[in-house]
């Protein structure tokens, strides 16, 4: 089965990269057309003297370096850790991409995330898109238990392409998840659990078989 129309959900900038960024290359090289949105540029997160507009920035070069074309970012400014006060204004920008941008894969933060924002962004995420395929990709910092039941096979470019997208984010080059051997090895463990050399893992939420007479 191959996705042609692709929706990414990021609480924050960043979380897409790094949860799917390999799928996001694969998807883009096999034709897929992809859109990215980011609910929050986490500017109270940045470190202290750097533009708040830094990771705006960073996204910006990120999805680009990934293939997905400037008019399918979408970046929204939503303080970070607040997500649970705004989740009607949330729910309401998802059913807007349900209607109109109507994709057939979603990506999105596992249920099993931890993080206040991720949680509200997996959970409103659900009910927007409950007709469509959604994969839930893994935060390993953030998650409680994470269910590996979806694979997404990956060579070594498309790996090579999620680790230059997330270290285009400048401004979290300290955090210990942005490191080369740390996401290669994720990537190798998820790989040889089905006998690949590389692989990125996924909870799938929802699988929606597709149908002629499916109605949306």
């Not at 799917?20 to 003297?49: D, F, K």
């Not at 060579?155 to 090579?160: C, R, T």
């Not at 050399?197 to 909870?203: C, L, P, S, T, V």
Request: proline share 5%; hydrophobic share 40%; with cysteine.
């Amino acid at each position: 089965m191959t996705f042609s129309r692709v929706l990414v959900l990021a609480p924050h900038t960043d979380d897409g990269e790094f949860g799917c960024g390999g799928t996001i290359a694969r998807l883009v090289s096999q034709g897929a057309e992809v859109a990215y949105v980011a609910l929050s540029t986490a500017e109270e997160s940045i470190p202290t003297g750097m533009d708040p507009e830094t990771t705006l920035r960073e996204v910006r070069e990120a999805t680009h370096s990934l293939g997905i074309p400037e008019d399918h970012l979408f970046v929204h400014r939503f303080p970070v850790r607040k997500f649970p006060e705004v989740r009607q204004e949330i729910l309401q920008i998802f059913i807007d991409l349900a209607r109109d941008y109507a994709p057939d894969c979603v990506f999105l933060p596992s249920t099993s995330d931890t993080h206040q924002d991720h949680q509200v962004v997996a959970h409103e995420g659900f009910r927007a898109f409950k007709r469509t395929t959604m994969f839930g990709y893994e935060v390993p910092w953030n998650n409680l238990t994470f269910t590996t039941n979806a694979f997404f096979f990956l060579e070594p470019h498309h790996v090579a392409s999620k680790i230059e997208a997330v270290q285009c984010y400048i401004s979290q080059l300290g955090r210990s998840y942005v490191d080369e051997g740390f996401i290669r090895a994720l990537a190798r463990t998820r790989g040889v659990q089905i006998g690949a050399e590389y692989a990125e893992a996924f909870e799938a939420i929802r699988w929606v078989m597709p149908d002629q007479g499916q109605r949306r």
